[in-house]
């Protein structure tokens, strides 16, 4: 049994979904009568979809009643599902695929922790399922990022306490989400938005078996 395991967000780690939520929150702000840039999306990344409403919301200056509310969630994710529908392995970030295949062959345990409620859907469309350890994701929390809340789940499943877990992540949010639950955090970007990581790395072609275990 390694010393440390690994947990993984999806999202902007293992396969770059984020675009395909952009386009569908941008949808639901034009509806609505703005705009909305991939530079304010930055700030979605890792939050959960209610959350990411509310955030739309009060950028538009838009009061609504919970049933209106509802229906853009609903309207959000059809179309968000709608994209991803064709997804395959070629849309895995760079070295990714091989790591998890290397990982799972040194028995290392690594576990999702991502606030998606599609994570499973993206895994199974991208053949990686039987691959993880756990699979914790949007429909297994109540609280999310940076509540810690998904990360010490996941480290629940897979027997490991927080503190040897070494948490993935390219969002602001999962980085104090991983900080404040008492994990290492690595994180996949800028050093700009992510600087509160215990490791900033460019690119997920930097995150390499000889980096986790520099770090084991």
Same mark, same amino acid.
Not at 62 to 88: A, F, G
Not at 164 to 169: A, D, L, S
């Given at each position: 049994?390694?010393?440390?395991?690994?947990?993984?967000?999806?999202?902007?780690v @293992?396969?770059d979904?984020?675009?395909?939520?952009?386009?569908?929150?941008?949808? @639901?702000?034009? =509806?609505?009568?703005? =705009?909305?840039?991939? /530079?304010?999306?930055?700030?979605?990344?890792g939050?959960? &979809?209610?959350?990411?409403?509310e955030?739309? +919301?009060e950028?538009?200056d838009?009061?609504?009643?919970?049933?209106e509310?509802?229906?853009?969630?609903?309207?959000?994710?059809?179309?968000?599902?709608?994209? %991803?529908?064709?997804?395959?392995?070629?849309?895995m970030?760079?070295?990714?695929?091989? +790591?998890?295949?290397?990982? *799972? /062959?040194?028995?290392?345990?690594?576990? +999702?922790?991502?606030?998606?409620?599609?994570? &499973? &859907?993206?895994?199974?469309a991208? *053949?990686?399922? =039987?691959?993880?350890?756990a %699979?914790v994701?949007?429909?297994?929390?109540?609280?999310?990022?940076? =509540?810690?809340?998904v990360?010490? %789940?996941?480290? &629940?499943?897979?027997?490991y306490v927080? /503190?040897?877990?070494?948490?993935i992540?390219?969002?602001?949010?999962?980085?104090?989400?991983?900080?404040?639950?008492?994990? @290492?955090?690595?994180g996949i970007?800028?050093?700009?938005?992510?600087?509160?990581?215990?490791?900033?790395?460019?690119?997920?072609?930097e995150?390499?078996?000889?980096?986790?275990?520099?770090?084991?």
């Amino acid at each position: 049994m390694a010393k440390k395991a690994i947990i993984f967000d999806l999202d902007g780690v @293992i396969v770059d979904t984020a675009k395909y939520h952009y386009i569908a929150w941008r949808k @639901i702000a034009n =509806d609505l009568g703005f =705009d909305f840039s991939e /530079k304010e999306n930055e700030a979605l990344k890792g939050v959960s &979809r209610v959350q990411s409403l509310e955030y739309l +919301l009060e950028k538009g200056d838009i009061d609504l009643s919970q049933t209106e509310k509802d229906k853009l969630l609903v309207s959000k994710n059809e179309q968000y599902l709608s994209l %991803i529908s064709d997804m395959d392995e070629s849309e895995m970030l760079p070295g990714i695929q091989e +790591l998890l295949f290397a990982l *799972h /062959k040194a028995k290392i345990s690594f576990a +999702l922790g991502s606030a998606s409620k599609n994570a &499973r &859907r993206i895994l199974e469309a991208l *053949h990686l399922t =039987d691959l993880f350890s756990a %699979i914790v994701d949007g429909t297994n929390v109540s609280k999310a990022k940076p =509540d810690p809340e998904v990360f010490v %789940i996941a480290a &629940r499943k897979i027997c490991y306490v927080p /503190k040897n877990c070494i948490v993935i992540e390219d969002s602001k949010a999962g980085i104090e989400a991983a900080n404040s639950g008492n994990m @290492i955090s690595v994180g996949i970007g800028s050093e700009e938005v992510l600087g509160t990581a215990d490791y900033v790395l460019k690119d997920t072609s930097e995150l390499t078996m000889k980096f986790l275990k520099s770090l084991m």
